[in-house]
């Protein structure tokens, strides 16, 4: 049950190349979300047909299979919101032109406590993953900086400095 001021977390649902819809912070890997079988089809099934309505340039070939995307998103975030639960929000942002972005949330108990549970054990670990980043910031002082190291090129990036070039390689 959500505890009394508490905010929901917050599901995104969208395809975006990742092999799910569904997203906090990251992509949720649907073998993850302890989701019933067949909403998790359903899932898929959904992604599948987005690709399928976009032309080479990546516009919807009529506007009725960009309306029918919309529409079943929002059956399927409904979906998705009722076996979540209260403790979630789910919302999706069709691409659609002109389309709202809608916000799903249960006002009741999850419809499936295992998937519930998945959700708020991964929410967990990123809220923790963000608690470290945040203590290693304050830890490691003000000249402190990022770095991302692409391991096949073996390249640094640095924040806000040039991107390393081809023609600084050896």
């Keep these: ?10 599901v995104r649902m969208f395809p975006d190349y990742a092999d799910t819809v569904l997203w906090l912070v990251y992509p949720v890997d649907y073998a993850d979300t302890d989701l ?5 089809r359903e899932l898929e099934a959904w992604e599948r047909t987005y690709y399928e309505a976009l032309d080479a340039d990546f516009n919807w070939k009529s506007p009725k299979d960009a309306r029918a995307f919309t529409k079943t998103g ?12 209260e403790e979630f929000v789910v919302e ?8 709202p972005t809608y916000t799903v949330h249960s006002r009741r108990q999850a419809d499936n406590e295992g998937a519930s549970t998945a959700f708020s054990t991964i929410a967990a670990e990123l809220e923790a993953e963000q608690e470290r980043v945040t203590q290693l910031m304050a ?9 991302a190291y692409a391991p096949l090129s073996g390249d640094v ?7 390393p070039q081809a023609e600084d390689r050896d």
Excluded at 1 to 10: H, I, K, S, V, Y
Excluded at 78 to 83: D, M, P
Aim: hydrophobic residues 40%; negative net charge.
């Design 36 to 40: 019933s079988p067949g909403l998790i």
């Design 157 to 163: 990036f640095t924040w806000g400095r040039r991107a």
């Design 74 to 85: 929002i059956d399927l975030a409904g979906q998705v919101a009722n076996e979540l639960g």
């Design 1 to 10: 049950m959500l505890q009394e001021n508490a905010t929901p977390t917050t």
């Design 139 to 147: 830890e490691a002082g003000p000249s402190a900086e990022w770095t």
């Design 92 to 99: 999706f942002a069709s691409y659609e032109t002109a389309a």
